[in-house]
């Protein structure tokens, strides 16, 4: 399924289109291939790797890296791979990746009032979610290439709009 060429980056309110790769708690690398509009598995992490939330992209946006701007999709529970959510824009991890920026915009489902957690900002998630997310970052190459990564901080919603409409004109200017 081509999730870029039938998904707008926005989708309703500022609300933005998320596909989930990797569900909460795999340690199975699955990427996206624009190429071939598959999802594949790109190598097994160690489980001590395992993603810390549900990890995905946001489609119609290419990040500094040549990927799409990927997504942290904070939920109680992990989500297939290749569902789709509309998602409420909280953050950013501002993050580096072998030299280039690799944002990782954070979002929540854009309804979840039913869940008695409703999330409005990063502040939400408490200082300790967060320790937990730079800490993942920060180690998850350490077995293959140590010190590759970087977490430069986090940003809040504003940011990571500004982070998605320059994602959003660099997939106008080279990918589209």
Same mark, same amino acid.
């Given at each position: 399924?081509?999730?870029?060429?039938?998904?707008?980056?926005?989708?309703?309110?500022?609300? /933005?289109? =998320? /596909?989930?790769?990797?569900?909460?708690?795999?340690?199975?690398?699955? %990427?996206?291939?624009?190429?071939?509009? $598959?999802?594949?598995?790109?190598?097994? %992490? #160690? &489980? =001590?790797?395992?993603? #810390?939330? &549900?990890?995905?992209? $946001?489609?119609?946006? +290419?990040?500094?890296?040549?990927?799409?701007?990927?997504?942290?999709?904070?939920?109680?529970?992990?989500?297939?791979?290749? @569902? /789709?959510? %509309?998602?409420? /824009? !909280?953050? @950013?991890?501002?993050?580096?990746?072998?030299?280039?920026?690799?944002?990782?915009? !954070?979002? @929540?489902?854009?309804?979840?009032?039913?869940?008695? &957690?409703?999330?409005?900002?990063?502040?939400?998630?408490?200082?300790?979610?967060?320790?937990?997310?730079?800490?993942?970052?920060?180690?998850?190459?350490?077995?293959?290439? #140590?010190?590759?990564?970087? =977490? +430069?901080?986090?940003?809040?919603?504003?940011?990571?709009?500004? =982070? !998605?409409?320059?994602?959003?004109?660099?997939?106008?200017?080279?990918?589209?």
């Amino acid at each position: 399924m081509d999730y870029n060429a039938i998904l707008q980056p926005y989708a309703e309110d500022k609300t /933005v289109n =998320v /596909v989930i790769e990797i569900p909460m708690g795999s340690n199975m690398k699955i %990427e996206f291939d624009r190429k071939r509009n $598959i999802m594949v598995l790109d190598r097994v %992490e #160690p &489980n =001590v790797f395992a993603k #810390p939330t &549900n990890y995905g992209f $946001i489609p119609g946006t +290419l990040d500094d890296d040549g990927d799409e701007l990927d997504v942290l999709f904070v939920t109680d529970q992990a989500v297939p791979t290749g @569902v /789709v959510s %509309e998602a409420t /824009v !909280i953050g @950013v991890l501002e993050f580096e990746d072998d030299g280039e920026m690799d944002h990782k915009v !954070i979002c @929540v489902p854009a309804d979840d009032r039913h869940s008695g &957690n409703r999330v409005a900002s990063l502040d939400d998630l408490g200082e300790q979610w967060q320790k937990m997310v730079k800490h993942h970052f920060t180690h998850y190459k350490d077995l293959k290439s #140590p010190g590759s990564t970087k =977490v +430069l901080g986090y940003g809040d919603a504003a940011k990571a709009h500004e =982070v !998605i409409a320059e994602c959003i004109e660099r997939w106008n200017k080279e990918a589209a």
